[in-house]
């Protein structure tokens, strides 16, 4: 019998390769120092983490993992280090393989719960665990810098460009990977072909005119992905939901945030159906009983956007706003959310294309064309129970005046 | 705003017609009745059980939920309805919904457990649950007959058999889907094709000799996924732990195997945690700290195979065996598992090519070989602890007269 | 044996209908009369004639036919004769079917010759091929009316919208066929979806804004294909010479601009390679050695671009100029080429968002943006021999004065 | 402007390194001196052979060119030289793009002509054309050897195995490319993880059993396409008549059976359609009006298979036996064929399963069930006009003993 290990498909004789199958790039070579570091637990717990959270309540399929993508990412970035000729390119590889490892369950929905409690992010956590004796004992054993990896994850490297910010590794695995599972057409392009055209000089990223459509498509892919998958109106209220049984949970000491990084989708499933000041919501989306939206605002509803964002980022304020407009409204069955997405940013691309020394942004018209849609499917919504709903909707001018009073 | 519900893409005015995006087959139109019975909480728990179980541990691609499959079953009813003229047709697309709903956690990974405490199969459950109140109230409501629903299931309707037995939209859906979620090439088949070449005359099969390639295809197919995914090692390795950790459980009364068709992939696996006599296997399990196997027996080692399938239909028996086994053997370290695959069977083909009135199996030397081929994967498997294994491994004659002295 | 017609991979009992297999919607079913249709000698032609022309200098797999295309048009147009409640379906289809019938050879490079010549347009030749009697009789077999056909090709039956204009089955065919077959990822749209999201009212065209990305991805993915795959320079050259032989065939009375839609491609390589006076030129295309790009003049280095565009309608004038640019700048190796591409309209949409009763192309940001972008890609280019580039490329100011004199 | 030489659609600074896009494999990446070779007339008009002769006739998307398949070899080709160790790695990927370019138009269709009247197959011409000048000076100029081209191309090179033989680039791509563009599905091989999975030792092939599946589905995919495409009944009965059409032309001394190799299809078909001894059976193929099939003989009907492949062999032989039947049968309107396809052979592999060191032929049961299934789909067909089907049928027993006493 010809004895395996688990999860790999081929063992070459002698040298330690071995090869994971991949639904989007087929096999994936994996050697040391990287074997041994998808073997940690650390890592493997992103296999029962969803990519997309709960976009799985709208598509169905999208059930794929954040191991699946980090395993993309750090495909992707082979192509890289065999293109270009820096340092430190087993640093760089690591990076790319953990550059997600400090998330949450459920990927971003966590996320500003996590913020709240803690004031960290998920790149911290990723630094942290990237720190800690598990995956260092490894890094150490190889003669590898630990600086280096984090280096490459917050940019101080050049090349940590190509982990995650525009035209990166993070990217082109994810519009390709969540428009596969998903079954949405607009996620698709030519990542080969993207890296093929890129160069780096001085610290910039350069792309010949030539390949202009390539870059456009990207940056335009990931416009259509967003209100279709990333920021679908449904997902949207799932999650407000979701925060909201997530907070409770952590106020009333049931949980540290801290501890977030250590648990799967399924032990914050479980911990929340334990739970009574949690139940009641889990078990609503669970349903898809779902709250129901009462009215949108639109950017020019606003005074003073700046402030918005300033609320965003403080979760704890946004439950006393919820509260204080459920006491407004006399709302009494369940709660009143207020949803406010993220800034939009689509349109930001700082790749120079060769022949002008310019930056996208500045000469491609679809790319500004990104800044003035940017703000198009952009809404903070009001959330309230179905029963609430005729009563809340007629608040508008009320609700709007509170929130520009805030 | 244009208000939609849950998970729904299109909402065409006055018909109530809403269409799934499926991963597979793009999207699927679902009217009622088949809207509300998919809204119900029995089909949405199949959202949480994975399709191939634990076969993520090698694909790491492979988190399709059974609720993925169930719709892609419904989709391709739809092409059997429009194709053929036979009574009941919405009770015929209610049968391929729900075929599977009866399934345990992890779908077939818990089924002998469920057997050994319920004498029921998966089968079984799902006719429990189309009788009961939450989806009959819905099929009462529409004025369909459940007996017929449950008539197809069981094939006692002809045209059950194109819902599972060789050519149905069972097999076509999840060869197709679990090829396209693995990354394994060899699920590629046209399910189009086929039904569009099949016929059903005096309650059979019949398809045209044209169309044989498009029949032998499947078939191998399925062969060629049985090792490579169906039956990988790796998984067989990890479900036997799975099942012990379950068997506990169960055993100690901690949950009743009934209980099961309530539970989804993740409750089963934070129960196992919560308690000790199933908590050491799933931890390793998680790390992937599996078994190794200590030995092979091929199906001539056995005197008496019938027996064999006595026992490996009995899950008691099984235990007794090992627990047996590792008195023998005096292994400290863990325990000895036995693991006795399905019966292969590759080659059945009862459909009739329509031109020498005979059965595919008959006339196809590539189907026929299926059959002399069939037991070329199949082995029972001896597994013990790594610290275990060269002792394990040198009692092979003595473990083989065991087996077939009970 | 079973008997199959030629092409034909399927035949039901009884009913006369047929599948044929296509590379993008796997089986394509036909019944009569469009199976009459398909097989007259005048449909058979566009087997023969590339739907992208010259494109295959370029990419290497742009091989696909017109004849695939036709028949992929005739696909989806079933889609909208399923959907739809409207008169003279089966007119509809034969119109999807038979829209590109009168093409000449290479498709598109041949039309402003065969304009210099005829005052006719490929859409002109289609209409009297549709009025001649090889299909005509297979029409009035079956009590179809011609007019109508007609009529839909020609808007002005309001759904000859959705055979060709804007969102229709000819430009979700062709970007799908065309992306599929050349490699390039920017044609990856859902026709699936569009399809089921439009709703015609009162002759114009609705979608629900909800599927504003699936408008917008067909905008821009047709945006990209273009510099990408239509107009790249190296086709746009490999025209102009090939244009240029053409010419030269119908000028001097070896064949009249009449027979082309009788003439497949290769008739027309044949005839170019038998008659001396285009036997250089096509020679030179085959060995692709081709003519050099000596300058290009945007859309600002024009006074009159109305005037550029009535010589770009006149091949016979343009023709003039060249001979005029060849004396001028003395050139003595070859001829001097200017090439005025098409007018770019991307952004041209009146498709109405039925939220907002205004069009797409004054709701969506990125619609609006095509239109700043439209003269991005589009350039006049002079070619010349290399021999002569040196010379030829510093005459710039001298050509733009003469060009704008004209 | 960014200049392009034409085709490319990468040029990276200095290095002289370009890509053409593929519809299989994406970006293929091409260096000297196999661009040079590449741009050499010898090979592109390999551009305007089509890989699937007239196969079109039934799959409208069967297209694609000989060039596109010999760069998908070349493609392929480098993973071999990429994974293993061995001289001449320049040759041998020379030889990979090179062993077609013998092909007379139509692919195989024309063999048996060309051999009727010169005793050379397709590889002698390939040889023939490596060694003349137009390639010969650039490997010349490359210091490669030519000998060793040709070394690979025969097997005389251990490693021209993988170029064409059984688990070769040429199988790999062919089947891939050409379920591709006919839509039809069984030709989906993975052979990224075939390739990782083969050794090369003492001038064999190993595979690690593992990997049996992935090496049985290329014998299936072959054998299960051979029916569906390659074997058309009706792509037969096209190529008969084709093959009497040119096997007229050179007859009467119209061309050379020497002068195939710098022909393409275009000028193959203009040439038959010029000439009275082969315009009329080119038409009725253009036409589709095509011959019909009166009877077969299967494999137990003759007492001689080997003197049924001697007659094979030459086309001479089999134009006599034709006109003997014409004359026997009293045929008036037009001709009789007989058709006597290739000796089957799927079941050859010589590939070694590395733990039983046994070839795959013996090891697989599937495998030898192609043995045994080999003859399933093989019978030699006699054909006829319509009008003379009735009466040539009654003949069955008649042209049976004919046949045998030949």
Same mark, same amino acid.
């Given at each position: 019998?010809? &004895? ?43 296999? *029962? ?15 794929? &993992? ?55 992010? *998920? ?11 598990? /995956?260092? !004992? ?6 590898? !810098?630990? +600086? ?17 910010? +525009? ?14 599972? =998903? ?47 990333? =920021? *679908? ?25 801290? +501890?977030? /990084? &250590?648990? =799967? ?11 009574? +000041? ?24 606003? !005074? ?13 304020? #946004?439950?006393?706003?919820? !509260? ?16 406010? $997405?993220?800034? $939009? &940013?689509?349109?930001?691309?700082? #790749? ?6 310019? $930056? ?47």
């Amino acid at each position: 019998m010809v &004895s395996l290990s688990n999860h790999i498909l081929i063992y070459n004789n002698d040298m330690k390769e071995k090869f994971i199958k991949d639904s989007i790039y087929g096999l994936i070579k994996i050697t040391d120092p990287f074997l041994e570091i998808i073997d940690t637990e650390a890592f493997q717990r992103l296999r *029962h983490i969803k990519q997309l959270g709960l976009s799985y309540l709208v598509y169905p399929s999208a059930n794929h &993992s954040r191991l699946e993508h980090s395993l993309g990412c750090f495909y992707l970035s082979g192509k890289i280090t065999d293109k270009f000729d820096f340092q430190h390119k087993n640093e760089f590889r690591i990076a790319a393989l953990l550059h997600d490892i400090g998330h949450a369950p459920f990927s971003h929905v966590a996320e500003n719960i996590t913020k709240a409690f803690t004031q960290l992010t *998920h790149e911290d956590f990723s630094k942290k665990i990237i720190g800690d004796a598990e /995956i260092k !004992n490894i890094t150490d054993k190889y003669g590898l !810098n630990t +600086e280096k990896i984090l280096d490459f994850i917050s940019h101080k490297e050049v090349f940590g460009q190509l982990i995650s910010s +525009e035209i990166d590794v993070d990217r082109l695995d994810y519009l390709a990977r969540d428009a596969y599972h =998903t079954g949405v057409a607009y996620g698709v392009i030519d990542a080969d072909l993207v890296i093929k055209a890129i160069e780096i000089k001085d610290g910039k990223i350069y792309c010949s005119g030539e390949q202009l459509p390539a870059l456009e498509s990207i940056l335009i892919a990931r416009y259509l992905m967003f209100p279709t998958v990333y =920021t *679908h109106h449904t997902v949207r209220i799932a999650n407000l939901m979701f925060q909201d049984a997530l907070y409770n949970l952590v106020s009333q000491g049931t949980i540290k945030a801290e +501890e977030f /990084i &250590s648990m =799967t989708d399924a032990d914050m499933l479980s911990l929340m159906k334990l739970h009574a +000041e949690s139940r009641v919501m889990i078990t609503q989306i669970e349903k898809r009983n779902l709250y129901k939206m009462a009215m949108v605002f639109r950017k020019d509803d606003f !005074n003073n956007l700046k402030r918005v964002y300033e609320l965003k980022d403080d979760y704890k304020a #946004i439950q006393e706003i919820q !509260n204080a407009l459920k006491r407004i409204l006399s709302v009494q069955d369940g709660k009143v959310f207020i949803d406010i $997405p993220e800034k $939009p &940013s689509f349109a930001k691309s700082n #790749i120079i294309i060769s022949e002008y020394n310019k $930056p996208l942004e500045e000469l491609s018209p679809l790319v500004k064309s990104l800044k003035a849609a940017e703000w198009n499917h952009w809404y903070v919504g009001i959330y309230c129970s179905k029963t609430e709903r005729e009563k809340v909707s007629k608040a508008k001018d009320e609700i709007k005046k509170y929130l520009n009073s805030l």
